[in-house]
């Protein structure tokens, strides 16, 4: 029997400062943060979840050989129009590096743009086609 992948569940992102890198995620995607376990921290939205894990991470040997800040690349599907999510982000005061861009997503043609989180994290936010 082969395995067969469902859905991602959840995902690590790792901080400097735990506390700038919740609020980011906070104020620029609207996720929410929440507490579990023995002091742990994560971030949600819709029905999945980022655990934040501070550097160094006190979850070891439980994480990635190499778990650094700003050593991850993330795409968020977001709400269009495109033009309405980079302006939004414009009053935020939130820098956009590149976009809006033609790329190619898990289901087909996006429109994204791309940002930095706290920890230089690459953060791609994009909309499908309609």
């Known amino acids: 029997m082969a395995i067969r992948v469902e859905r991602l569940d959840h995902l690590v992102l790792t901080a400097r400062d735990l506390e700038a890198t919740c609020a980011w995620y906070r104020r620029v995607l609207g996720m929410t943060r929440e507490s579990f376990g023995d002091g742990r921290v994560a971030l949600t939205y819709g029905r999945q979840k980022i655990n934040v894990h501070?550097?160094?991470?006190?979850?070891?040997p439980l994480v990635a050989d190499i778990a650094i800040p700003g050593?991850?690349?993330?795409?968020?599907?977001?709400a269009g129009p495109i033009e309405a999510v980079a302006a939004e982000l414009a009053a935020l005061g939130v820098e956009i590096e590149l976009g809006p861009v033609a790329r190619?997503?898990?289901?087909?043609?996006i429109t994204s743009l791309y940002l930095?989180?706290?920890d230089r994290n690459l953060v791609e936010l994009a909309?499908?086609?309609?």
Request: charged fraction near 15%; proline fraction near 18%; include cysteine.
């Open 54 to 60: 501070p550097y160094p991470s006190p979850v070891w």
């Open 116 to 118: 930095r989180d706290p």
């Open 71 to 78: 050593s991850l690349d993330l795409c968020f599907v977001v």
């Open 104 to 109: 190619s997503g898990a289901l087909g043609p």
């Open 127 to 130: 909309v499908y086609e309609s």
